[in-house]
């Protein structure tokens, strides 16, 4: 069984410009969650999709946003990036909204410069 | 709210001995606990939850914790140590009551393991 997968694995962005992460989660699973692993911060929590919609969010700014398609798969989309962004994104699943376990995905490394 | 601490950044350890790894959290119901570990330029592997029932839980790769309602705590454990355990390590607490369910982790500790 295929487990979350993420692209890309490396983005580089310049300051001011988006990025579009995104994520497939393991074949049956609904819920999609987004997290940041920035050094000195630990691992955060950014959102939760499931079912298409919208169910949870971290506490970060508009700026971040994403999305859930009919097939489950998720992106994240950051805008106006700033240097402080350049983190690891981990996008996890989970088989339902009343699932315990995540299953997480290897990350996209974005670097901001 | 829901917090998560794990006192220890890193912990060493020689192989073949056993090894604990400490995590307190706090949530203002009852805790569904994790653990996960990292290996180097990877995303996070489950190793086991406890949700209810015994409070020891087995895990993969031989790993063990014990929920501890009264010291709020849930100690990651092997009896016996490999190099390739060593990796980062993180706990990380969900209240019961938590409907948005998000994941609150530790720090992370760092497992080193000597041969």
């Known amino acids: 069984e295929a487990g979350v997968t993420q692209s890309p694995t490396h983005l580089i962005k310049t300051r001011g410009q988006q990025a579009t992460l995104r994520c497939s989660p393991i074949?049956?699973?609904?819920?999609v969650y987004w997290y940041q692993q920035a050094l000195g911060l630990g691992l955060q929590f950014l959102l939760w999709?499931?079912?298409?919609?919208?169910?949870n969010r971290g506490n970060f700014p508009p700026r971040f946003s994403g999305r859930q398609f009919p097939n489950y798969s998720s992106e994240l989309n950051v805008n106006a990036l700033e240097l402080e962004d350049s983190a690891l994104y981990l996008c996890?699943?989970?088989?339902?909204?009343?699932?315990?376990?995540?299953?997480f995905g290897p990350g996209t490394r974005l670097t901001v410069t | 709210a829901q917090s998560v601490a794990q006192p220890e950044d890193q912990v060493n350890v020689a192989e073949g001995n056993p090894l604990t790894v400490k995590c307190t959290y706090s949530v203002s119901g009852n805790p569904y606990l994790f653990w996960y570990v990292q290996y180097p330029n990877r995303g996070l592997q489950f190793l086991l939850k406890y949700i209810t029932g015994d409070n020891l839980v087995k895990g993969s790769y031989g790993f063990e914790a014990e929920f501890n309602k009264s010291q709020t705590s849930f100690h990651l454990k092997k009896p016996s140590a490999l190099v390739s355990d060593s990796a980062l390590y993180f706990c990380?607490?969900?209240?019961?009551?938590?409907?948005?369910?998000?994941?609150?982790f530790g720090g992370g500790t760092r497992l080193m393991v000597k041969p």
């Open positions: 996890a699943s989970s088989l339902g909204r009343r699932a315990y376990e995540q299953y």
């Open positions: 990380a607490v969900r209240d019961i009551n938590n409907a948005g369910n998000m994941l609150t």
């Open positions: 074949s049956g699973h609904t819920s």
């Open positions: 999709y499931d079912e298409g919609e919208e169910r």
